[in-house]
């Protein structure tokens, strides 16, 4: 998968699952290119969430890279956006590294969400204004 942070301006492209399962070095670099781009704090993502994001570019056909909002957010980080909106959930998986916002360059974005939402591999955000999908591995929900 290939990833872009449009916050870092740093680009991934990376094989996190093979033949054999997780690769582990993968996941700890995925891990670093996810982590609270404001404070540097970092968490483990869940694995699953890649897995969703792969089953998506599968299901979309695309050859794309992943544009990344927001994934790992540390609880201060959390709490300073939360106070600024209400599109910040005061909970949100965002801190145990299972969610992150994105869209996919080859991919319209109502199109992704609804791939997102097919899967029922957990929940399905949707901000148009803001041009991103949020995608995380709790319940499966959406919005």
Known sequence: MRFYHTHTGERLSIVYRNADGYVPEALDELNRFLADFRTGERRAIDPALFDILSAMQQRASSTGTYEVI?????????????AKSTGVAEHSLHMVGKAIDLRLTDVELAHLRDVAWSLQLGGVGYYPDSNFIHVDTGRVRHW
């Open 70 to 82: 927001s994934a790992y957010r540390s609880p201060e980080t959390n709490a300073a956006l939360h």
